[in-house]
T-cell receptor
Framework: KAGVTQTPRYLIKTRGQQVTLSCSPI?????VSWYQQTPGQGLQFLFE???????NKGNFPGRFSGRQFSNSRSEMNVSTLELGDSALYLC??????????FGSGTRLTVV | AQSVTQLDSQVPVFEEAPVELRCNYS??????LFWYVQYPNQGLQLLLK??????LVKGINGFEAEFNKSQTSFHLRKPSVHISDTAEYFC???????????????FGSGTQLTVLP
């Protein structure tokens, strides 16, 4: 069974630009969550999608958004990038009664 | 609201010695508990999980953890560590079958385990 796939692995963007990250969950998993990991704040929840609907959202500004497609693949978008958005962005998928399986992450660097 | 406290930010231990990484949580609902390991420049790998049933949970790579509801703890143990166990370990809690914000994973700040030769 293929794992959670995140693309791209690395990104370098300039302040003010926008970026889109992609996540393909494990086949059959309908729930996809996104997390931001930074040295200062640790692992923080961004949002969760289930069957194309945002079910839950963390405490992040509106510049952070996401969506989920009918095949459960998910994208997250960050607009007007700031230096502080530099982080490892992790995607996880799950199904009822199971743990969360994480992808390898996308390392975003904002310069 | 949920929270997780990992009491030790760094744990150095000699190879083949036992290790315990401590985790305490707080939650107003029944919980699911997890331990994840992260190697440099990689994502999170699930070591083990407690969803229900036996409070002693066995995971991959010889790790185990015990859910103690009265002490709200979920400590991770391994009887004999190897150099390859050097990594950062994260304890996490979710609100199980709860709805809304309780369902998300809340992580501790992590424990860096360093196994010395």
């Amino acid at each position: 069974k293929a794992g959670v796939t995140q693309t791209p692995r690395y990104l370098i963007k300039t302040r003010g630009q926008q970026v889109t990250l992609s996540c393909s969950p494990i086949s059959g998993h309908r729930s996809v969550s996104w997390y931001q990991q930074t040295p200062g704040q640790g692992l923080q929840f961004l949002f969760e999608y289930f069957s194309e609907t945002q079910r839950n959202k963390g405490n992040f500004p509106g510049r952070f958004s996401g969506r989920q497609f009918s095949n459960s693949r998910s994208e997250m978008n960050v607009s007007t990038l700031e230096l502080g958005d530099s982080a490892l962005y992790l995607c996880a998928s799950t199904s009822p009664g199971q743990g969360y399986t994480f992808g390898s992450g996308t390392r975003l660097t904002v310069v | 609201a949920q929270s997780v406290t990992q009491l030790d930010s760094q744990v150095p231990v000699f190879e083949e010695a036992p290790v315990e990484l401590r985790c305490n949580y707080s939650s107003s609902v029944s919980v699911y508990l997890f331990w994840y390991v992260q190697y440099p420049n990689q994502g999170l790998q699930l070591l083990l999980k407690y969803l229900s049933g036996s409070t002693l949970v066995k995971g991959i790579n010889g790790f185990e953890a015990e859910f103690n509801k009265s002490q709200t703890s979920f400590h991770l143990r391994k009887p004999s560590v190897h150099i390859s166990d050097t990594a950062e370990y994260f304890c996490a809690v979710s609100g199980g079958t709860s709805s809304g914000s309780a369902r998300q994973l809340t992580f501790g700040s992590g424990t860096q385990l360093t196994v010395l030769p």
